[in-house]
């Protein structure tokens, strides 16, 4: 959320996902491996760990107009 106040105005749409628990890429995230190691911990959107609410509330307030969810399977 701090690239979000940092940079208002600059995001119009933000892509939003949620895990279970909260995970971290093993590295930079810069390789498929490293992605695929954490679909085991996405969740449904508003299930997890993360705080969509203040996400979205954040978002809003620093310009975004557009929310898209990702469901992973």
Not at 19 to 33: C, E, I, L, V
Not at 34 to 52: K, S
Request: hydrophobic residues 40%; charged residues 25%.
């Amino acid at each position: 959320m701090q690239y979000l106040q940092d940079y208002a105005g600059r995001y119009r749409l933000l892509h939003l996902k949620d895990m279970k628990p909260k995970t971290r890429f093993a590295g930079d995230g810069s390789t498929a491996q490293e992605w695929m190691a954490l679909f085991p911990y996405m969740t449904n959107v508003g299930d997890g760990e993360l705080d969509i609410a203040a996400i979205i509330k954040a978002g809003s307030k620093a310009g975004v107009k557009h929310f898209l969810v990702e469901q992973d399977l």
